[in-house]
């Protein structure tokens, strides 16, 4: 994230939420249509390797999964409404898997920040 970018998120109080639901690209263009959200970015997270690849993440060996970092307004958008929305978009019960993507990185999770 740039410079710019975390000055307007610290101007504006922003919180964060790290979730993961499955293919983080999925999850990306869900929450920015939320009013509120102002930016979410897609990236890997719980894992031992620092830095991984795709290719990496996918043979399941780094402990990474998919995940999206949103940066959102609780004036505008609560957390509790956010996840509202992560449980009603994907299936948590469902092992390492969402819809046709299958593996440890689809695994459902949700990371606090404060």
Not at 1 to 16: E, R
Not at 23 to 49: D, H, I, R
Not at 91 to 101: E, K, S
């Amino acid at each position: 994230m740039g410079q710019n970018q975390t000055q307007k998120i610290n101007a504006k109080k922003l919180k964060v939420a790290t979730l993961g639901e499955g293919c983080f690209w999925c999850t990306e263009a869900l929450f920015t249509q939320l009013k509120g959200v102002e930016n979410v970015q897609p990236g890997y997270s719980g894992g031992k390797t620092e830095n991984p690849t795709y290719e990496q993440v996918c043979n399941g060996k780094t402990g990474h999964a998919e995940t999206a970092q949103i940066n959102f307004d609780p004036t505008v958008i609560s957390y509790k409404e956010i996840l509202q929305i992560f449980f009603s978009t994907h299936d948590p019960t469902t092992l390492n898997r969402q819809g046709a993507d299958v593996g440890t990185q689809y695994r459902s999770l949700i990371l606090y920040h404060n």
